[in-house]
């Protein structure tokens, strides 16, 4: 599969500019190379935000929906039993 790549401007001041031209030149890379992996680079960090967001509402839909939650003590007390001989299941939610 491949994709189409499209051209796009951006403006940078004159110092962000001569600021990544450096970059670029320690990197051996293009100023164009080191600015497309950036955006790609953001884009994925606001997709994965996005989702957490969405992930978020979604649960606290369905605490509102059903009242099922653990306690604060609860899920404290298994994650303090983390890797000693008594570890603890997860808790169970309860209403």
Not at 17 to 46: C, D, M, N, V
């Amino acid at each position: 599969m491949t994709s189409t790549t499209v051209p796009m401007s951006i403006r940078l001041d004159v110092t962000a500019r001569e600021k990544l031209k450096a970059i670029a030149l320690r990197q051996k890379r293009s100023p164009h190379a080191l600015a497309t992996e950036a955006i790609l680079q953001l884009i994925e960090q606001q997709e994965r935000a996005h989702a957490w967001h969405q992930s978020c509402d979604a649960a606290i839909k369905h605490f509102d929906e059903t009242g099922l939650h653990a306690t604060q003590d609860e899920v404290m007390a298994w994650l303090d039993s983390w890797g000693s001989d008594k570890e603890l299941p997860p808790p169970v939610c309860h209403p």
